[in-house]
């Protein structure tokens, strides 16, 4: 017979989204069980090794993410585990904020304590309970055994909306026209690198490197990242299908994280493409090393430190919410009413069959809002998302997928599920006047 656990707002994935949805619903007073099917926090920022977070600001320098998300970042920084936002040397955008994983993932179990939130960890998700038109529960498979986990509001924040979709609620999949999505990458770490050798090549050669910063500031600042070697990648013949090298340093001075693996054509929500992906990851992981160490200044002496304990989704399902938010009110910089969260990255698709990236800026005071509506799936009443899986179109994903967007959707879910609680109603019926005040109470910007 399945165990039975019993709370107010329940949250599924213990990811960015999901950790400051979690402290979100629990600092209101709800009582909070967060579920994570790995044996530690930080979703795609641990488990697969995306860093740095990117970006908390507009290309501009104006910060429009902050409330629990620049906790965290604080909260870091007072322990050593980040330096708060460095001004970027790769392109992209003005900051980017490394951080070290390792920290991040005690930290966050060390803040869900605090707002008295409930953690089960090497829980996996594997049905959904519904009755007419809420959830009633959730059924996790554990070392354990099995537990029924009730609730009166969830939040979906599994990257791949698995609540949603379990729950019959309607969910789409990658670009409109051929339902194939952004590819996934195997990150991964090297140590022994030395990066004033990096600088001096750079600055010698600025015409084979992407590069918003003049070449004579280098030494001036940290150098953050690198996107460029085309010369060396373009005479290398490495088959993975991208046109440059991407790289960040940190969080040690000698350290790297790599980005430039690429599996396409393959599905993040089915078992046997995600078997594949993961053998081709790790394949391409030691051909990208073993050109870095032959081809790349300062890379000569070398090594893989760390590779993700899986491979880096970047999109699989997301909810049909109440609205999709579409690229034009990303570029335009559009505005809404019922806004719940900002954010300032740039549009940033990684080709689902070619080799390139599409990018486009945001105009006007360079953010967008993210509204309400995109966090409320169609026909679960008691249902949020929150973090990859909000609604949108495939284009807008490529910027709301962002970590620090995540956290932003986040704690905008956690609070707005505290709230349907505390007042008996809905998510969808809660009053968004009041989602705002809270969340601006708790230093969120709208």
Known sequence: MDRILEADVVVIGGGPAGINAALASGRLGAK???IERYGFLGGMSTAALVYPWMTFHTEKGEQVIKGIAQEIVERLQERGGSPGHLRDTVGFVHTVTPYHPEIYKLLAVEMLKEAGVKLLVHSFVDEVVVEGDRIKAIQITTKSGRYEIRGNIFVDASGDADVAYLSGAPTYQGRESDGRTQPM????RMRGVDLEQVKAYMQAHPEDFYHKTPFAELNAIPLTGVQGFYTQWKASGVPINRDQVLFFSGPEKDEVLINCTRVQGL???DVEDLTEAEEIGRRQVLMMSEFLKRNIAGFSGASISAVGTQIGIRETRRIAGAYSLTIEDVVQGRKFADVVARSGYPV?????SGKGVTAADIEGDGAYDIPYRCLLPEKIDNLLAAGRCISTTHEALATTRLT????ATGQAAGTAAAIAHLDGTIPRKIDVSKLQLELRK????L
């Open 32 to 34: 909070t069980i967060l």
């Open 185 to 188: 990458t195997m990150k991964f």
């Open 267 to 269: 599905d993040g929500t």
């Open 348 to 352: 940033d698709i990684h080709d689902p």
């Open 404 to 407: 620090p967007s995540c956290m």
């Open 442 to 445: 708790a230093n969120a910007v």
